[in-house]
Protein backbone atom coordinates (compact mmCIF):
# COMPACT_ATOMS: atom_id res chain seq x y z
CA UNK A 1 0.00 0.00 0.00
CA UNK A 2 2.99 2.21 1.20
CA UNK A 3 4.41 1.36 -2.35
CA UNK A 4 1.00 2.86 -4.06
CA UNK A 5 0.73 5.69 -2.54
CA UNK A 6 4.02 6.65 -3.66
CA UNK A 7 3.70 6.02 -7.14
CA UNK A 8 0.62 7.52 -7.25
CA UNK A 9 2.35 10.58 -6.04
CA UNK A 10 5.43 10.48 -8.51
CA UNK A 11 2.76 9.78 -11.23
CA UNK A 12 0.70 13.34 -9.79
CA UNK A 13 4.33 15.17 -9.75
CA UNK A 14 5.10 14.21 -13.40
CA UNK A 15 2.28 15.09 -14.83
CA UNK A 16 1.93 18.64 -13.13
CA UNK A 17 5.56 18.92 -14.82
CA UNK A 18 4.26 17.76 -18.03
CA UNK A 19 1.45 20.45 -17.54
CA UNK A 20 3.54 23.49 -16.31
CA UNK A 21 5.80 22.74 -19.12
CA UNK A 22 2.95 23.09 -22.09
CA UNK A 23 1.65 26.26 -20.73
CA UNK A 24 5.34 27.52 -20.79
CA UNK A 25 5.61 26.34 -24.19
CA UNK A 26 2.32 28.01 -25.27
CA UNK A 27 2.88 31.18 -23.55
CA UNK A 28 6.28 30.97 -25.40
CA UNK A 29 4.87 31.07 -28.68
CA UNK A 30 2.29 32.96 -28.57
CA UNK A 31 4.63 35.87 -28.54
CA UNK A 32 6.50 35.09 -31.66
CA UNK A 33 4.96 36.16 -34.58
CA UNK A 34 4.88 32.73 -36.59
CA UNK A 35 1.10 32.51 -35.05
CA UNK A 36 -0.28 35.65 -37.52
CA UNK A 37 -2.47 33.96 -39.33
CA UNK A 38 -2.60 36.44 -42.12
CA UNK A 39 0.73 36.17 -42.86
CA UNK A 40 1.33 32.08 -42.40
CA UNK A 41 -1.97 30.95 -44.47
CA UNK A 42 -1.13 33.04 -47.05
CA UNK A 43 1.10 31.67 -49.67
CA UNK A 44 2.49 35.19 -51.16
CA UNK A 45 3.27 36.84 -48.09
CA UNK A 46 6.61 35.53 -46.20
CA UNK A 47 7.37 38.48 -43.63
CA UNK A 48 5.97 41.93 -42.63
CA UNK A 49 8.53 44.57 -41.44
CA UNK A 50 8.36 44.95 -38.94
CA UNK A 51 5.87 42.23 -37.51
CA UNK A 52 2.50 43.03 -36.27
CA UNK A 53 2.59 44.56 -32.57
CA UNK A 54 6.42 45.10 -32.71
CA UNK A 55 7.67 47.97 -30.82
CA UNK A 56 10.58 49.89 -33.04
CA UNK A 57 12.53 53.02 -33.37
CA UNK A 58 11.13 55.87 -35.57
CA UNK A 59 13.82 55.46 -38.06
CA UNK A 60 13.21 51.53 -38.45
CA UNK A 61 12.90 49.83 -42.01
CA UNK A 62 8.99 48.93 -42.80
CA UNK A 63 7.58 46.52 -45.64
CA UNK A 64 6.97 42.76 -47.10
CA UNK A 65 8.70 40.19 -48.05
CA UNK A 66 7.17 38.34 -50.52
CA UNK A 67 6.86 34.97 -52.56
CA UNK A 68 8.88 35.41 -55.71
CA UNK A 69 7.07 36.42 -58.64
CA UNK A 70 4.64 39.08 -56.49
CA UNK A 71 4.77 42.69 -57.17
CA UNK A 72 3.76 45.38 -54.04
CA UNK A 73 3.55 48.83 -53.45
CA UNK A 74 3.27 50.20 -49.70
CA UNK A 75 1.68 53.02 -47.82
CA UNK A 76 2.50 54.23 -44.22
CA UNK A 77 -0.32 55.83 -42.08
CA UNK A 78 -2.04 56.52 -45.27
CA UNK A 79 1.05 58.11 -47.57
CA UNK A 80 1.84 56.26 -51.04
CA UNK A 81 5.27 55.42 -50.84
CA UNK A 82 6.91 56.71 -54.00
CA UNK A 83 8.35 53.83 -56.42
CA UNK A 84 11.61 55.60 -56.33
CA UNK A 85 11.36 55.50 -52.23
CA UNK A 86 11.25 52.15 -52.52
CA UNK A 87 13.76 49.39 -52.02
CA UNK A 88 13.03 46.25 -53.70
CA UNK A 89 15.69 43.28 -52.83
CA UNK A 90 15.14 40.93 -56.39
CA UNK A 91 16.52 37.71 -54.92
CA UNK A 92 14.09 37.83 -51.54
CA UNK A 93 11.56 39.53 -52.79
CA UNK A 94 11.47 42.05 -50.36
CA UNK A 95 10.15 45.71 -50.71
CA UNK A 96 10.95 48.09 -48.16
CA UNK A 97 11.07 51.65 -46.77
CA UNK A 98 13.25 53.58 -44.56
CA UNK A 99 11.88 57.04 -42.96
CA UNK A 100 14.60 59.54 -43.64
CA UNK A 101 15.25 63.13 -44.90
CA UNK A 102 14.13 64.42 -48.57
CA UNK A 103 12.03 61.11 -47.71
CA UNK A 104 7.94 61.04 -48.10
CA UNK A 105 8.07 60.14 -44.54
CA UNK A 106 11.12 61.64 -42.40
CA UNK A 107 10.40 59.12 -39.34
CA UNK A 108 7.27 56.94 -38.37
CA UNK A 109 5.10 58.64 -35.79
CA UNK A 110 5.14 58.34 -32.29
CA UNK A 111 3.22 55.56 -30.84
CA UNK A 112 0.93 53.69 -33.51
CA UNK A 113 1.66 53.09 -36.87
CA UNK A 114 0.20 51.46 -39.77
CA UNK A 115 1.18 49.66 -43.02
CA UNK A 116 -1.17 48.83 -45.61
CA UNK A 117 0.54 46.63 -48.43
CA UNK A 118 -1.14 45.65 -52.30
CA UNK A 119 0.87 42.91 -53.28
CA UNK A 120 0.04 40.92 -56.73
CA UNK A 121 1.08 38.20 -58.98
CA UNK A 122 3.18 40.03 -61.35
CA UNK A 123 1.80 37.53 -64.38
CA UNK A 124 -2.18 38.38 -63.38
CA UNK A 125 -1.37 42.50 -63.08
CA UNK A 126 -1.97 44.91 -60.57
CA UNK A 127 -6.07 44.42 -60.97
CA UNK A 128 -5.82 41.31 -59.57
CA UNK A 129 -4.09 43.20 -56.35
CA UNK A 130 -4.95 41.58 -52.74
CA UNK A 131 -4.49 43.89 -49.44
CA UNK A 132 -2.37 42.84 -46.22
CA UNK A 133 -2.53 45.26 -42.95
CA UNK A 134 -0.85 45.92 -40.19
CA UNK A 135 0.06 47.79 -37.11
CA UNK A 136 3.31 48.38 -35.20
CA UNK A 137 4.19 51.04 -32.54
CA UNK A 138 7.43 53.42 -32.81
CA UNK A 139 9.11 55.24 -29.89
Given at each position: MLESIVLRRVLLAAAALVGAAAILSALW????D???VSVTGNAAVD??????????????TV???LA????????????AI?????????????F????????????????QNCVQAIYWRQAAGAEAASTISWCFTAS
Open positions: LAETDNDELIPPRGAEVLSQEGIDLGYDARLAINGVPREQLRHLPNLNRTFRPDQDKVIERLQAE
